[in-house]
Protein backbone atom coordinates (compact mmCIF):
# COMPACT_ATOMS: atom_id res chain seq x y z
CA UNK A 1 0.00 0.00 0.00
CA UNK A 2 1.23 3.43 -1.09
CA UNK A 3 1.75 6.29 1.36
CA UNK A 4 -0.72 8.10 -0.09
CA UNK A 5 -3.82 5.43 -0.16
CA UNK A 6 -2.94 4.93 3.25
CA UNK A 7 -3.14 9.00 3.86
CA UNK A 8 -6.35 8.78 2.02
CA UNK A 9 -7.94 6.20 4.30
CA UNK A 10 -7.09 7.64 7.39
CA UNK A 11 -8.41 10.81 6.02
CA UNK A 12 -11.66 8.87 4.75
CA UNK A 13 -12.15 7.09 8.51
CA UNK A 14 -10.90 10.54 10.30
CA UNK A 15 -14.27 12.23 8.11
CA UNK A 16 -16.48 9.26 9.31
CA UNK A 17 -15.12 9.75 13.11
CA UNK A 18 -15.82 13.49 12.66
CA UNK A 19 -19.11 12.61 11.73
CA UNK A 20 -20.02 10.10 14.58
CA UNK A 21 -18.76 12.45 17.02
CA UNK A 22 -20.32 15.80 15.95
CA UNK A 23 -23.79 13.60 16.05
CA UNK A 24 -22.45 12.62 19.81
CA UNK A 25 -22.05 16.37 20.58
CA UNK A 26 -25.18 17.32 18.55
CA UNK A 27 -27.36 14.72 20.43
CA UNK A 28 -25.62 15.35 24.12
CA UNK A 29 -26.06 19.82 22.84
CA UNK A 30 -29.78 18.81 22.41
CA UNK A 31 -30.36 16.60 25.58
CA UNK A 32 -28.75 19.63 27.89
CA UNK A 33 -30.89 22.35 25.94
CA UNK A 34 -33.95 20.32 26.99
CA UNK A 35 -32.88 19.64 30.62
CA UNK A 36 -32.21 23.17 30.87
CA UNK A 37 -35.55 24.58 29.76
CA UNK A 38 -37.40 21.81 31.45
CA UNK A 39 -35.75 22.72 34.73
CA UNK A 40 -37.04 26.19 33.69
CA UNK A 41 -40.22 26.03 32.63
CA UNK A 42 -41.27 22.91 34.85
CA UNK A 43 -42.48 25.04 37.94
CA UNK A 44 -43.99 27.39 36.24
CA UNK A 45 -46.04 24.55 33.57
CA UNK A 46 -47.12 22.85 37.24
CA UNK A 47 -48.88 25.95 38.64
CA UNK A 48 -50.55 26.64 35.22
CA UNK A 49 -51.71 22.67 35.60
CA UNK A 50 -52.61 23.18 38.76
CA UNK A 51 -54.68 25.98 38.01
CA UNK A 52 -56.39 24.06 34.99
CA UNK A 53 -57.59 21.43 37.45
CA UNK A 54 -58.96 23.47 39.84
CA UNK A 55 -60.87 25.19 36.98
CA UNK A 56 -62.05 21.92 35.74
CA UNK A 57 -63.33 20.44 39.04
CA UNK A 58 -64.94 23.62 39.59
CA UNK A 59 -67.02 23.17 36.39
CA UNK A 60 -67.71 19.37 37.09
CA UNK A 61 -69.03 21.02 40.39
CA UNK A 62 -71.64 23.28 38.76
CA UNK A 63 -74.86 21.81 38.95
CA UNK A 64 -76.14 23.06 35.92
CA UNK A 65 -73.21 21.85 33.72
CA UNK A 66 -71.64 24.59 31.80
CA UNK A 67 -70.22 22.61 28.38
CA UNK A 68 -68.61 26.12 27.29
CA UNK A 69 -66.82 26.51 30.36
CA UNK A 70 -65.72 22.59 30.63
CA UNK A 71 -64.94 22.79 27.14
CA UNK A 72 -62.61 26.14 27.81
CA UNK A 73 -60.89 24.20 30.74
CA UNK A 74 -60.24 21.20 28.16
CA UNK A 75 -58.92 23.75 25.26
CA UNK A 76 -56.53 25.29 27.69
CA UNK A 77 -55.58 21.73 29.28
CA UNK A 78 -54.72 20.44 25.60
CA UNK A 79 -52.26 23.76 24.97
CA UNK A 80 -50.80 23.04 27.77
CA UNK A 81 -50.23 19.52 27.65
CA UNK A 82 -49.07 20.13 23.81
CA UNK A 83 -46.72 22.32 25.04
CA UNK A 84 -45.24 20.35 27.91
CA UNK A 85 -45.13 17.23 25.49
CA UNK A 86 -42.52 18.62 23.53
CA UNK A 87 -40.28 19.25 26.50
CA UNK A 88 -40.32 15.38 28.13
CA UNK A 89 -39.26 12.30 27.46
CA UNK A 90 -39.90 8.62 28.61
CA UNK A 91 -42.44 7.66 30.55
CA UNK A 92 -43.61 11.60 31.15
CA UNK A 93 -43.90 12.27 27.10
CA UNK A 94 -46.53 9.08 27.08
CA UNK A 95 -48.30 9.68 30.09
CA UNK A 96 -48.83 13.16 28.42
CA UNK A 97 -49.71 11.81 25.10
CA UNK A 98 -52.48 9.80 26.99
CA UNK A 99 -53.90 12.15 28.51
CA UNK A 100 -54.02 14.13 25.44
CA UNK A 101 -55.93 11.24 23.54
CA UNK A 102 -57.96 10.99 26.25
CA UNK A 103 -59.16 14.88 26.79
CA UNK A 104 -59.72 15.08 23.08
CA UNK A 105 -56.38 17.00 22.47
CA UNK A 106 -55.22 14.40 19.46
CA UNK A 107 -58.08 15.30 17.48
CA UNK A 108 -57.55 16.15 13.61
CA UNK A 109 -57.07 19.97 12.67
CA UNK A 110 -59.79 19.01 10.25
CA UNK A 111 -62.21 17.10 12.86
CA UNK A 112 -61.74 20.21 15.89
CA UNK A 113 -62.74 22.66 12.50
CA UNK A 114 -65.50 21.08 11.83
CA UNK A 115 -66.46 20.68 15.58
CA UNK A 116 -66.30 24.55 15.84
CA UNK A 117 -63.71 23.76 19.01
CA UNK A 118 -66.38 21.55 20.91
CA UNK A 119 -64.19 19.16 23.47
CA UNK A 120 -67.50 17.05 23.30
CA UNK A 121 -66.48 15.07 26.61
CA UNK A 122 -68.98 13.70 28.35
CA UNK A 123 -69.19 14.34 32.23
CA UNK A 124 -67.71 10.81 32.83
CA UNK A 125 -65.05 11.03 30.62
CA UNK A 126 -64.19 14.98 31.97
CA UNK A 127 -63.62 13.35 35.37
CA UNK A 128 -61.23 10.43 33.85
CA UNK A 129 -59.41 13.70 32.55
CA UNK A 130 -59.64 15.42 36.14
CA UNK A 131 -58.02 11.89 37.53
CA UNK A 132 -54.96 11.56 35.04
CA UNK A 133 -54.08 15.30 35.67
CA UNK A 134 -53.67 14.50 39.11
CA UNK A 135 -51.49 11.62 38.44
CA UNK A 136 -49.54 13.71 35.93
CA UNK A 137 -49.24 16.69 38.22
CA UNK A 138 -47.74 14.06 41.16
CA UNK A 139 -45.48 12.97 38.03
CA UNK A 140 -44.57 16.18 37.28
CA UNK A 141 -43.79 17.06 41.13
CA UNK A 142 -41.25 14.07 40.94
CA UNK A 143 -39.50 14.75 37.94
CA UNK A 144 -39.06 18.56 39.39
CA UNK A 145 -37.06 16.94 42.12
CA UNK A 146 -35.37 14.86 40.01
CA UNK A 147 -33.88 17.40 38.11
CA UNK A 148 -32.44 19.20 41.42
CA UNK A 149 -30.28 16.24 41.73
CA UNK A 150 -29.21 15.83 38.15
CA UNK B 1 -49.18 -0.12 51.87
CA UNK B 2 -51.99 0.47 49.04
CA UNK B 3 -49.68 1.96 45.30
CA UNK B 4 -50.05 5.83 45.14
CA UNK B 5 -52.13 5.31 41.94
CA UNK B 6 -54.91 3.42 43.95
CA UNK B 7 -55.09 6.41 46.54
CA UNK B 8 -55.16 8.78 43.95
CA UNK B 9 -57.89 6.56 42.15
CA UNK B 10 -59.60 6.59 45.39
CA UNK B 11 -59.46 10.52 46.27
CA UNK B 12 -60.69 11.31 43.07
CA UNK B 13 -63.45 8.59 43.37
CA UNK B 14 -64.25 10.37 46.84
CA UNK B 15 -64.36 14.16 45.25
CA UNK B 16 -66.90 12.73 42.78
CA UNK B 17 -69.14 11.02 45.35
CA UNK B 18 -68.91 14.67 47.35
CA UNK B 19 -69.66 16.68 43.86
CA UNK B 20 -72.57 14.66 42.61
CA UNK B 21 -74.31 14.59 45.81
CA UNK B 22 -73.69 10.63 46.87
CA UNK B 23 -71.64 11.02 50.67
CA UNK B 24 -72.62 13.77 53.23
CA UNK B 25 -69.62 15.46 54.80
CA UNK B 26 -70.38 17.29 58.15
CA UNK B 27 -68.31 18.95 60.84
CA UNK B 28 -66.84 17.80 63.78
CA UNK B 29 -64.70 18.00 66.16
CA UNK B 30 -61.81 15.74 65.98
CA UNK B 31 -61.18 12.66 68.60
CA UNK B 32 -58.48 12.61 70.72
CA UNK B 33 -56.54 10.32 68.65
CA UNK B 34 -55.55 13.41 66.66
CA UNK B 35 -55.27 16.05 68.78
CA UNK B 36 -54.44 14.82 71.80
CA UNK B 37 -50.41 14.48 72.54
CA UNK B 38 -49.24 16.57 69.50
CA UNK B 39 -48.81 20.16 69.05
CA UNK B 40 -50.80 20.58 66.02
CA UNK B 41 -54.05 22.71 65.62
CA UNK B 42 -57.24 20.88 64.04
CA UNK B 43 -58.52 23.95 62.38
CA UNK B 44 -61.29 22.34 60.25
CA UNK B 45 -62.22 18.93 60.98
CA UNK B 46 -65.14 16.82 58.71
CA UNK B 47 -66.11 13.72 59.01
CA UNK B 48 -68.14 10.90 56.31
CA UNK B 49 -69.25 7.22 56.15
CA UNK B 50 -68.79 6.15 52.83
CA UNK B 51 -69.46 2.58 51.80
CA UNK B 52 -69.58 2.12 55.76
CA UNK B 53 -66.50 2.64 56.59
CA UNK B 54 -65.79 6.54 58.56
CA UNK B 55 -63.85 9.01 56.67
CA UNK B 56 -61.86 11.76 58.02
CA UNK B 57 -60.69 15.13 56.03
CA UNK B 58 -58.54 17.66 58.38
CA UNK B 59 -56.80 20.70 58.17
CA UNK B 60 -53.66 20.27 60.65
CA UNK B 61 -51.26 23.47 61.06
CA UNK B 62 -47.85 22.49 63.01
CA UNK B 63 -44.64 24.74 63.50
CA UNK B 64 -42.20 23.50 61.01
CA UNK B 65 -38.95 24.38 60.78
CA UNK B 66 -38.01 27.42 57.63
CA UNK B 67 -34.28 26.77 56.85
CA UNK B 68 -34.37 30.14 54.78
CA UNK B 69 -35.37 32.27 57.66
CA UNK B 70 -33.39 29.76 60.73
CA UNK B 71 -36.82 29.74 62.12
CA UNK B 72 -40.04 27.83 63.26
CA UNK B 73 -42.88 28.94 61.20
CA UNK B 74 -46.73 27.66 61.08
CA UNK B 75 -47.77 25.43 58.27
CA UNK B 76 -50.55 23.21 57.22
CA UNK B 77 -52.01 20.15 55.45
CA UNK B 78 -54.71 18.61 54.52
CA UNK B 79 -54.96 14.90 56.08
CA UNK B 80 -57.03 12.40 54.76
CA UNK B 81 -57.44 9.21 56.96
CA UNK B 82 -59.75 6.24 58.26
CA UNK B 83 -61.26 5.60 61.47
CA UNK B 84 -62.51 2.99 63.62
CA UNK B 85 -66.21 2.77 65.79
CA UNK B 86 -63.52 3.27 68.56
CA UNK B 87 -61.78 6.60 67.40
CA UNK B 88 -58.66 4.93 66.83
CA UNK B 89 -57.35 6.24 62.89
CA UNK B 90 -56.41 3.12 61.44
CA UNK B 91 -55.36 4.76 58.03
CA UNK B 92 -53.59 7.91 57.25
CA UNK B 93 -52.58 10.01 54.36
CA UNK B 94 -50.48 13.36 55.42
CA UNK B 95 -49.20 13.87 51.61
CA UNK B 96 -50.90 17.27 50.46
CA UNK B 97 -51.35 16.58 46.67
CA UNK B 98 -53.79 19.27 44.72
CA UNK B 99 -56.37 16.53 44.72
CA UNK B 100 -56.04 15.95 48.10
CA UNK B 101 -56.55 20.10 48.87
CA UNK B 102 -59.69 19.72 45.92
CA UNK B 103 -61.55 17.15 48.02
CA UNK B 104 -61.31 18.84 51.44
CA UNK B 105 -62.46 22.60 49.60
CA UNK B 106 -65.54 20.51 47.74
CA UNK B 107 -66.03 18.69 50.91
CA UNK B 108 -66.12 22.15 53.33
CA UNK B 109 -68.49 23.78 50.88
CA UNK B 110 -70.82 20.53 50.76
CA UNK B 111 -71.04 20.32 54.61
CA UNK B 112 -70.96 24.40 54.95
CA UNK B 113 -73.82 24.09 52.52
CA UNK B 114 -72.27 27.01 50.96
CA UNK B 115 -74.99 27.22 47.84
CA UNK B 116 -78.03 27.28 49.87
CA UNK B 117 -75.95 30.29 51.79
CA UNK B 118 -75.72 31.92 48.91
CA UNK B 119 -78.94 31.33 47.67
CA UNK B 120 -80.34 32.93 50.63
CA UNK B 121 -78.26 36.33 50.40
CA UNK B 122 -79.42 36.40 46.92
CA UNK B 123 -82.78 35.36 47.00
Known sequence: MHVPDVLSWAADVGSLLGLVITCL?????????????????????????????????????????????????????????????????????????????????????????RGSGRSGLSVEQAWGVYGDVQGLLEALNQAAKDSKWS | MPSDSKISYFIVQLTRATVEGNIKWKFADAPTSINVGTGDVIATYLEAEHRLQRVALYERRYLGYNSEIDSAQWESNIVLAFLDKEDRVIWDYHESPLSVCNLFKVARESAAGIDRILDNFLG
Open chain 1, 25 to 113: VWRQTRALKKAFVLRARLPELSTALRAISSDLLKHLQDSSPDAQGLDAAIARLNALLANLSQKVDGSLHRMIQTLLGKSGGKRSKLLSW
